[in-house]
């Protein structure tokens, strides 16, 4: 004959139920959660006097920072390497070269990288290639 022994009603907290409460809780905090990267680029553009032209629709624009920084159509690129520029532009552009190139550069920003940017346009064909500046303030 086998006998059963008692177990004790007092044997501790079950925490199973407050785990899986936990995970559900994570779960729809990961779903409901929206994640956004934005890069905003704060950039001091030049000053220079000029009739103001209109830019064609579709248009690649090039931001660079201060620090010499790419930015195409508000990606940042991953370096400042000539190469990584034009094979960014490649793909942008889809070797259309009437496609409208628009270089934003901080006043800042060393003269190399603004060359580098015209470089890239130019082995690649573009035709249209504009710079952004600013008007000059008032009393300068």
Do not use: C, W
Not at 62 to 81: F, P
């Amino acid at each position: 004959m086998k006998f059963h022994r008692k177990r004790s009603a007092d044997q501790g907290i079950n925490l199973t139920p407050l785990i899986d409460v936990v995970f559900l809780l994570l779960i729809f905090f990961m779903v409901s959660t929206t994640f956004t990267k934005e890069t905003h680029l704060a950039v001091n553009l030049p000053e220079a006097d000029g009739d103001v032209t209109q830019a064609p629709s579709a248009r690649i624009d090039i931001l660079i920072t201060a620090d010499g920084k790419y930015s195409l159509n508000g990606v940042a690129l991953v370096n400042q390497q000539l190469k990584t520029l034009i094979e960014a532009l490649k793909q942008l552009s889809g070797g259309e070269k009437e496609t409208a190139l628009t270089i934003t550069a901080d006043a800042q920003t060393p003269h190399q990288a603004v060359v580098r940017a015209m470089d890239a346009a130019g082995r690649l064909g573009f035709i249209n290639l504009s710079i952004v500046t600013q008007e000059p303030r008032e009393g300068e």
